[in-house]
């Protein structure tokens, strides 16, 4: 077991697109997942995508927990997943705000736009498949971990960059998402 150094935005692994793995099922993926799972609990993330442990595949590691759920149907908790190779379909226009983070983007929080509504594929450790079809916050942790594969972070999703904040500052001056989404776009 070993804790993994994470990239930081601004590392050029994390505008690349990964790799396809060829075997999900060898034991090097099995080794660096369990690296992953261990990096992200001791850093409290919800989620991790390979590429943001400086290792170029199509990986990611999270869960979702019942905390965060948006209430609507189909947002579902989720035990800690291992995805690979992991494709998104994304199922009617839909989009939503809300907040992220991301441990390569360390001490901020932004308001970013996701599809509401997603099926994602993928194949698991042993080989299974693994198909799901979800919706909020579910659906935008998915998003966000894959879009790691495709390098890209939610900085470059986001549509107001007045709404990306230090997180120290964001707990001094708390806001909530429907008064933001209200404020009108200068020109
Ligand atoms: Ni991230």
């Given at each position: 077991m070993a804790l993994l150094k994470l990239a930081h935005m601004g590392n050029p692994l994390l505008r690349e697109p990964a790799a396809a793995v060829d075997d999900p099922t060898a034991p090097w993926v099995r080794r660096l997942v369990r690296d992953m799972i261990e990096t992200m609990q001791d850093a409290n993330g919800t989620g991790l995508a390979a590429p943001q442990v400086h290792q170029p595949w199509r990986i990611v590691v999270f869960f979702v927990s019942?905390?965060?759920?948006?209430?609507?149907?189909?947002d579902v908790a989720q035990d800690l997943t291992v995805l690979v190779n992991p494709r998104i379909e994304l199922l009617g226009d839909e989009r939503v705000f809300g907040w992220e983070g991301c441990l390569s983007v360390p001490g901020m929080r932004g308001v970013v736009p996701r599809h509401l509504h997603i099926r994602y594929r993928a194949t698991g450790l042993e080989g299974e498949p693994i198909e799901r079809e979800v919706v909020g916050f579910h659906a935008r942790v998915v998003q966000h971990e894959c879009d790691h594969l495709d390098g890209l972070l939610y900085p470059q999703r986001m549509v107001d960059l007045r709404h990306l904040f230090f997180l120290e500052e964001l707990e001094r001056h708390p806001v909530d998402l429907a008064t933001l989404l209200k404020e009108t776009r200068p020109r």
């Open positions: 019942s905390e965060r759920l948006s209430g609507l149907t189909g």
